[in-house]
Nanobody
Framework: QVQLVESGGGLVQPGGSLRLSCAAS????????MGWYRQAPGNQRALVAT???????NYADSVKGRFIISRDNAKNTVYLQMNSLKPEDTAVYYC???????????????WGQGTQVTVSS
């Protein structure tokens, strides 16, 4: 059973930094793209950033220049370094990964349970 487990959320003051981590565990053949989404109260879940196996990245305009996504393929882990945080970054952050469970099965999208990030003074 594939699982994505996130860590690193919390409360931070405006202008501060946080680093989120998400590790994939279980039995699987390989991991393709990984990424982060977020959902604020009353809003739909929205893309924050994605990263491919060759470290190609994509960011939402609202986080460009402040957030950095990276991955460690040996550890099956994706990270999100969040700098210059603003109150509008407050949301539940979800990790996602496109994973091939086995050689004979197609890729499927998996999600973590979410971690709360609150930016407030």
């Amino acid at each position: 059973q594939v699982q994505l487990v996130e860590s690193g959320g919390g409360l931070v003051q405006p202008g501060g930094s946080l680093r989120l981590s998400c590790a994939a565990s279980g039995s699987f053949f390989g991991i393709n793209v990984m990424g982060w989404y977020r959902q604020a109260p009353g809003n739909q879940r929205a893309l924050v950033a994605t990263i491919t196996t060759s470290d190609g990245t994509n960011y939402a305009d609202s986080v460009k220049g402040r957030f950095i996504i990276s991955r460690d393929n040996a550890k099956n882990t994706v990270y999100l370094q969040m700098n210059s945080l603003k109150p509008e970054d407050t949301a539940v952050y979800y990790c996602t990964a496109r994973i091939r469970p086995s050689m004979t099965l197609r890729d499927s999208d998996y999600w973590g349970q979410g971690t709360q990030v609150t930016v407030s003074s």
